[in-house]
């Protein structure tokens, strides 16, 4: 019998464990822009520094009213507001700040560089004089994109974005009993990131309004994951649930809840050796016969 050893370059799987995820929130968001009276404006800023205006009014004219910033849960870190280019106050997730104006020129948000989120998003409530008070009926559609808006299959490659924040040279040993049995596992820090998508249909079937809107979220898992290896993510079920809360013209607080069903592996590459044997063709009926030949397996 003639044996031949073929190495191979696999990825050993250390362990694979599922973790549930629930994700809750409350968001202001647009529906549309044509109710005349306010104004609904939802943005996403990077967390850099960079100074982002998020309203220019210098061709608005006999514009008085109210105005409102809401920065959402999760934004950790301070955003620094602007009005008509002077620095008016610091909020932070959850935050919001409200006040007269008699002629509105501009309004910039500034997000300090925030480790572990690349961006922090909130919204720009305006509320002038006049005021429609007609709100249209809309049922919700909730569904995984892409920033664009694009609805993702959640078990693509790039459905979501997993980062791990814990030092992978340096992870903490955890003392635990699995089945009896006491084991050594680590203890790894993860971020998901991503964005969900929400449509307003309204009561012919049409899309009245849409926006897309960035998640994020922090969590902390137990598995085998020694020095040398890395962590992979992959969905594999997610969904999400919107709610309203309240309903002003075109701007709406919603109740959003997202459920994630996460696979979290520890990998790292691994050499594989296997022997295969050579075998010979078998013979067959017809009256003609192929040159003997080894194939390898």
Known sequence: MNV????????????????????KSKEHVSISKDNAGDFCINFNVPCDGTRTLIWDGTNVENFTGNFTVTIAEQCTKSIDLFVNGNYVTSLTGGQTYNAQFTDLQSVEVQCQTTPGAAYCSGTLYIQTAVQNSNSPSYEINCFLSDMEGNQMDPSSENAICCVEQSDPE??????????????????VDIVLKGFITIQFIDEMGDIGGQCTLPFWEAETVYLCAPVGTSIECKLSDFKCKVNFVELCGCCVELSIRISICLSVFATSPATVNLEGKYCEPRSNNFPFSCPKQSIPF
């Open 170 to 187: 340096n992870r903490t040993n955890i003392e635990t009993t699995i089945s009896g049995e006491k084991v050594t596992l680590q203890e």
């Open 4 to 23: 031949e050893s073929h190495c191979m370059n696999v990825t050993k799987v250390y362990d694979w464990i599922n973790q549930i995820i629930n994700i």
